[in-house]
């Protein structure tokens, strides 16, 4: 992935925050709601996709050569994909592209808006078996010019370099490759940028209004196709396999594809985060009982807060450059969630496996 780790540690922290801020709120308002019948929206999921500016493919690109990173590019205008769907959205600011970005302000007001926006999708948390995403679009960094990242990266497979270096003197002054204007102006030197034809002018750029973008764009909606095969939610009879295989069906909708975007996709750049939340079988013990999984490159790997310090780095571009990322003890101070407490089944096999090495 050709971006910023510290962006993908944050937003992942952010929704830590905003699971544990809806569990205390069902917790708390469901007698009220429901007179102590009815669980409020439990059980139910949550979707959270990452758009990348940009990636690299090693698979893919050293077959080919070609060393394409325009993968989340192609996907087009995502607001104009769910308006083809009827789908209700709201929307909200994301980080911006500064060193302190994610203070207790940005991250309380992130997460109250995002949570405001679901409770207006499920009737204030009325509705129960419910699936929600939420997008959050980076692709407008492409754009700026503390984004080095890829500008490296579209110099893969060059016997010369660009040559052009700039250093606008922010996050340590670090060189940056200069962007020509040719390849900014002609569709970011991709081929066919995106699969929205109107949204692509004759010189194949892109003319979404996102590109011109100073923070991120949040999506936050429930993939309700309005037919008999939907996405939004889920039967009562589900298992961890059925929400799985809902978050690799769509994420995205497309109406004039043969597929829609889900964990299914190959094309590198995926990188979703998914939370399900449901009632434990001893409620004495757990209140909630979560499972966390990291979908990468059509896989599901489950999650846990020390991936992002262990394991995550593996799949960024010069990840130790990044100024901003985040050291193991602040993701684990700052994580709202005890992953391994949310889910006993899991606790039981990790020390029954540990206690054999």
């Excluded at 998914?274 to 979908?295: C, D, G, V």
Aim: proline share 4%; charged share 30%; net charge positive.
């Amino acid at each position: 992935v050709a971006d910023k780790i510290s962006g993908y540690q944050k937003y992942t922290i952010l929704l830590s925050h905003i699971v544990q801020q809806i569990t205390k709120q069902i917790s708390s308002g469901y007698n009220s709601y429901n007179k102590g019948k009815n669980k409020l929206l439990i059980p139910f999921m949550i979707d959270m996709m990452i758009l990348p500016p940009g990636c690299f493919n090693k698979v893919d690109d050293a077959n080919s050569k070609t060393y394409d990173s325009s993968g989340p590019h192609k996907i087009g205008n995502i607001k104009s994909k769910l308006k083809d769907f009827n789908i209700q959205c709201y929307e909200t600011r994301g980080l911006t592209d500064k060193s302190n970005n994610f203070d207790k302000a940005t991250n309380e007001k992130m997460a109250k808006q995002i949570i405001d926006s679901i409770k207006k999708l499920t009737n204030n948390y009325q509705k129960t078996n419910q699936r929600i995403c939420i997008v959050i679009d980076r692709r407008w960094r492409i754009k700026t010019k503390k984004f080095d990242a890829f500008n490296k990266l579209r110099n893969y497979g060059k016997s010369t370099p660009d040559s052009d270096i700039i250093d606008d003197g922010t996050e340590g002054g670090a060189p940056k490759h200069k962007k020509s204007s040719s390849w900014l102006t002609k569709g970011f030197g991709f081929g066919s940028p995106s699969d929205d034809k109107s949204n692509n002018n004759k010189n194949g750029a892109f003319s979404d209004d996102f590109y011109n973008n100073k923070h991120d764009k949040i999506y936050v909606y429930q993939p309700d196709l309005k037919k008999k095969t939907s996405y939004h939610q889920f039967n009562g009879d589900y298992c961890h396999e059925t929400l799985i295989y809902l978050t690799k069906q769509c994420i995205i909708p497309r109406k004039e594809h043969y597929m829609h975007i889900g964990g299914d996709t190959t094309d590198g750049w995926l990188f979703n985060v998914s939370a399900h939340i449901q009632m434990p079988k001893n409620e004495t013990w757990y209140k909630y009982e979560q499972r966390w999984y990291l979908f990468l490159q059509s896989a599901a790997l489950r999650f846990f807060p020390q991936d992002m310090h262990i394991l995550w780095p593996k799949y960024f571009c010069d990840s130790d450059e990044d100024p901003d990322k985040l050291t193991k003890d602040t993701i684990r101070k700052s994580f709202a969630i005890n992953l391994e407490e949310s889910d006993p089944n899991y606790k039981r096999w990790y020390h029954s496996i540990k206690r054999t090495d």
